[in-house]
């Protein structure tokens, strides 16, 4: 049978016990509340939603929604829930809160398979069990991260300072240029967006008024923000002066627009994010700006007109692992097939990530206490896309990472309406799922 533990009653432990226990192990869910609530944590239920009580999209076109189809056929206990709580929104799935937690605290309590446990885990080597599963969220508590430190070496991030990602073939490509900055590079690593000084100015000037996102009480000490060593948003930096961003990462030395044959007067760079190039960070501009300022601003560089944000940038406070160097797509540790991962902690961003997370741990630890093979869910599925993202080792400036089209690998042939090519890779995705889940 095996006896897994899972630690964290988040979104991820509820599904990774609840996988556990319905493919036959004893499961151990071990929660520090109601005797220890991180800063964001309030009730004393199971799976808290700590903000927003949406879901997002609910279109099976959509990528959020492409993920909740797979969560169904996986028999997710989050959705299970968030369906039976639904209050209208528009076309997102949005819950009441209390009615969530409290359904998927009934569900998980009355499981014959799941033993509850109320206590903090302080270090991972006190943790029982065949294979046991660390999902204890953005807010591990303070002990337990330090342990885990420990465990994995350095590869432990407190916060999340992430740049916008785009979609490359929603970059111009007539008013951007491929090079490396002194043409280090012959076939050019980089996508460079270069703005004239006209553009520039304007850009800047709705930078530096554009609105932020509000940080929480938690994340502030003295009226600062925590987290911004070493990490600056490109509109902090561009607030201290006109030109500041110009000679930072929007520096244009090294480099010739082959259009004028001369140096741009700023340049943005695009780097490619995942192996096949589909998606493209913007280099340096981790920010804080809400997202819809972040689609207004960022348009205003010419070659990003109509970029399609796959990722906005975020910052806040987010502990979460080097997962591309620790874990592989069945969110087991490399170098400890019993010890897994699972949540937000593993770098996956969003309540229904966590979830989806939750169900591969869960399903994987009961297998390797069972000494099988692992359950890897192909990459054309959101879920299986989302994991091997997390673990794909050639992702080295990692930052979480919510579902979107781009980390699923292309359609054969090319489908110029968005729309449809969406609609096309949901059909695939949900047709593979099923095949797939015949061998399980
Ligand atoms: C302030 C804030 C706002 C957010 N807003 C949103 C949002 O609007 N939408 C969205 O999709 N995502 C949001 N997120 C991300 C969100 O946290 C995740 O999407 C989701 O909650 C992660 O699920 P999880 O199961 O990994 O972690 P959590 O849901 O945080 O669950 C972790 C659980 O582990 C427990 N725990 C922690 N340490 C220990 C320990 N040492 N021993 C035992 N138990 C422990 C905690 O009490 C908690 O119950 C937000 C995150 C933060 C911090």
Partial sequence: MGHISVVGAGLAGCEAAWAAANAGAHVTLIEMKPHKYTAAHHSPGFAELVCSNSFKAKRPDSAAGLL???LKLMGSVCMQAALSCEVAAGGALAVDRELFSKTVTQLIKSHKHI???????????????????????????????????????????FYDAAAPIVAADSVDSELSFCASRYGKNKDGDYVNCPMD?????????????AETVPLHEFEVEDGLPQFYEGCMPIEALAKRG??????GPMKPVGLTDPRTGHRPWAVLQL???????????????????????????????????K??????????????????????????LKNNPRIFFAGQITGVEGYMESASSGIIAGINAVRAARQKEPF???????????????????VKDFQPMGANF?????????VRDKKERHAMLSHRAINILKQKLVQL
Avoid: C, W
């Fill in 376 to 394: 890897i869910l192909p990459r054309q599925t959101m879920m299986g896309a989302l994991a091997a993202y997390i673990s794909d080792d050639s």
């Fill in 406 to 414: 781009g980390i699923i690998p292309p359609l054969e042939q090319q």
């Fill in 242 to 247: 006109k030109d500041a961003i110009r000679f």
């Fill in 115 to 157: 033993k509850i446990e109320h206590r903090e885990i302080t270090d991972i080597g006190n943790v029982q069990g065949d294979a046991i599963i660390i999902a204890t969220g953005p807010l591990t508590s303070e002990p337990l991260a330090n342990s885990l430190k420990k465990l994995l070496g350095k590869s432990l991030s």
């Fill in 307 to 332: 970029a399609e944000f796959l990722r906005y940038g975020v910052m806040h406070r987010n502990t979460f692992i080097d997962s591309p160097r620790l874990l592989n797509s069945s969110f087991a």
């Fill in 271 to 305: 780097r490619r994010e995942n192996a096949e190039g589909t998606m493209l960070n913007l280099v340096g501009f981790q920010t804080n700006l809400k997202f819809g300022e972040q689609k207004r601003v960022f348009r205003m560089i010419p070659a990003l007109h």
């Fill in 68 to 70: 909740k189809q797979e």
């Fill in 197 to 209: 000084k006209q553009q520039y100015e304007a850009f800047y000037q709705a930078l530096i008024t």
